[in-house]
């Protein structure tokens, strides 16, 4: 069994998985059509689909030692989202992967996470490089990019979507962003 680290930022905790996140991951993420349409398409109901990233998000930290992250408010325990570090194999490369129910867009917290996934990988896992997608009309999400020092690099097709690709290397997070 793996142990998945916990990080801690001033507001969020980054933990791993539950089966009670499910459900509150299935209404607050894939239930909500405002935060879908920045996500790769899916026919299948938001449960299903929960479950499903449910069991990759823990099939990849215990195959690869790393992964995406249940994003929860320190103070309270509510589940917020997810956040973390997947291997996408059709580009042989680690993305920062994120997405936060509505309610808390706009207030730093996905650039907060953003940035606690991104030093973890740097720094702990040792890794020479992350990239980070987006559609292109997702403006919210190239800022968070941004703000974690990721920068534009070229458009890719993956997930069978035309998406933004943002690079990132530890010299850049160091000197760009203060964690």
């Known amino acids: 069994m793996t142990t998945i680290p916990e990080l801690e930022t001033e507001r969020l905790r ?14 607050l993420i894939f239930a909500d059509p405002e935060v879908t349409r920045f996500l790769p398409g899916s026919d299948v109901s ?3 689909r929960t479950q499903r990233f449910y069991n990759y998000c823990v099939n990849h930290w215990a195959n690869r030692g790393y992964g995406i992250w249940a994003v929860t408010d320190r103070a309270t325990g509510g589940f917020m989202g997810e956040c973390g570090l997947n291997y996408i194999d059709d ?16 207030q730093g917290y996905a650039t907060e996470a953003a940035r606690a996934a991104t030093g973890h990988g740097f720094e702990t896992l040792g890794l020479p490089r992350l990239i980070a997608l987006t559609f292109r009309d997702n403006i919210g999400s190239r800022k968070v990019m941004e703000r974690a020092g990721f920068e534009y690099e070229n458009d890719v097709h993956v997930f069978g979507s035309d998406l933004m690709l943002h690079g990132n290397t530890p010299d850049r997070f160091r000197t760009t962003v203060t964690v």
Do not use: N
């Open 46 to 48: 938001p449960l299903e």
């Open 91 to 106: 580009l042989d490369e680690v993305e920062l992967d994120y997405s936060l129910a509505q309610a808390y867009w706009g």
């Open 14 to 27: 980054l933990r791993g998985w539950t089966e009670s996140d499910i459900e509150p991951w299935a209404r």
